[in-house]
């Protein structure tokens, strides 16, 4: 019990000294790929802005295209979101355990109008309470699949046909 005790407060006194390890996403792609997008990768990629209305409050967010961020990790993007790919989802996971998921296809612009980024900034600040790292879901009619706190991204092909042998529909 000593032992657990101390790692939490060592693993706790690590993340307060170095806070850029609280500030990451974990991502996993489709086939078992890995990567780490710390705060500063974030930042570095191109942002697009959204204005939404959340709980009766407009917001302008800023982020990254979540389906940009999933083809770091091997998913599918443009015209190869077509055939098994349709039955790829995304599943976001937040610090406190809450879940959503969302179709690949969702995330794909030349399927669908409205944006889903991973938001880092609010109202042209970095987001407080709900960040690091924010999911916001545009043309929602509520806000329940914008997570926030987001500390991990997988994509899950559900099809057990390979990508290349699909048909296209």
Known sequence: MRNHVFAATALAAALLAFPALAQSVALKGPDGQVATLSAADL???PHVKMTVIQHGKTSTFEGV???EIVTQVGAASGKAVHGPELATVIRVTAKDGYQVVLGLAETDSGTRKGAIILADRADG???KDDGPFRLVVEDDLRPA???RM???IEVIRLSNTKPAAAAHH
């Open 150 to 152: 987001v500390e991990r």
């Open 43 to 45: 930042a570095a990629l």
């Open 65 to 67: 295209p979540l389906g």
């Open 125 to 127: 600040a970095p987001l």
């Open 145 to 147: 699949r914008s997570a």
